[in-house]
């Protein structure tokens, strides 16, 4: 089974936690980079004109660019998405990396970092955009994550 991880991480954290999983699953890695990085002050939470703030509440359907193109994923069988829960989804640059691909029988695993929101609602948030996907499991994980808990969420798929 050719598995990928691509996965979106604004300030590193889910960055180490794909990491992780790309390591436990053997698979080739992607990062999405937003074409227009965000600033820490893009990522006030709490400052309702910040860039997040007004493309997950004000414009959801807003999809931001990104830096590259999705990669092509015909090849592979799994894909791990990796993201932080932004308002208890997946931020809406991850829309436009499934929106760049053909899903239709991909298996998809998402894992998302949160300090205490789940990821029940990403999944929700994104099956529009990957019309056709399978979702075979969602995970959330702390920022302390360490390999040992990644390995064994990757074994029981």
């Given at each position: 089974m050719k598995t990928l991880v691509a996965y979106f991480s604004a300030t590193g954290t889910t960055?180490?936690?794909?990491?992780?999983?790309?390591?436990?699953?053997?698979?080739?890695?992607f990062e999405i980079k937003p074409e227009t990085p965000?600033?820490?002050?893009?990522?006030?939470?709490?400052?309702?004109k910040?860039?997040?703030?007004?493309?997950?509440?004000?414009?959801?359907?807003?999809?931001?660019?990104?830096?590259?193109?999705?990669?092509?994923?015909?090849?592979?069988?799994?894909?791990?998405?990796?993201?932080?829960?932004?308002?208890?989804k997946a931020p809406t640059i991850v829309n436009t990396f499934f929106e760049g691909a053909e899903w239709k029988g991909k298996?998809?695993?998402l894992f998302a970092t949160s300090g205490s929101s789940g990821i029940d609602g990403a999944w929700e948030s994104l099956n529009s955009s990957a019309s056709g996907?399978?979702?075979v499991a969602a995970k959330r994980f702390s920022s302390s994550a360490f390999q040992d808990e990644v390995d064994?969420?990757?074994?029981?798929m």
């Open positions: 960055k180490r936690i794909a990491e992780m999983v790309a390591k436990a699953s053997k698979a080739d890695l965000y600033t820490p002050e893009d990522l006030n939470w709490q400052d309702d910040s860039r997040t703030s007004v493309e997950m509440k004000d414009q959801p359907d807003f999809r931001p660019p990104m830096a590259e193109s999705t990669p092509d994923i015909s090849d592979y069988d799994r894909i791990y998405v990796g993201f932080p829960i932004w308002w208890y298996q998809v695993a996907a399978v979702l064994t969420w990757v074994e029981t």
